[in-house]
């Protein structure tokens, strides 16, 4: 992704995280927003914060995701 497309998801997006709504600088380091992607087959899937972008990693890294998204919508015991 170019810092064009980059800067264009930014502004569809409302300058703003997709998942907390807070909003997002580009191109400022670690303050600023996260271009997420998926690490299995590189697609770009939005911009994130930094907070939001390593709960996704962790959750997406963690060995049995799917019993941890299920825990988290109160389905695990």
Known sequence: MNRLDMIALHESQD???LLCDEEVVLF???????????HTHGNVRAI?????????GKVESHKNMSRV???INGSVV
């Open 48 to 56: 994130l914060c930094q907070r939001c972008n390593d709960v996704v």
């Open 69 to 71: 998204l299920e825990y």
């Open 15 to 17: 300058k703003l995280c």
């Open 28 to 38: 400022n380091g670690t303050a600023g927003g996260v271009i997420d992607h998926c």
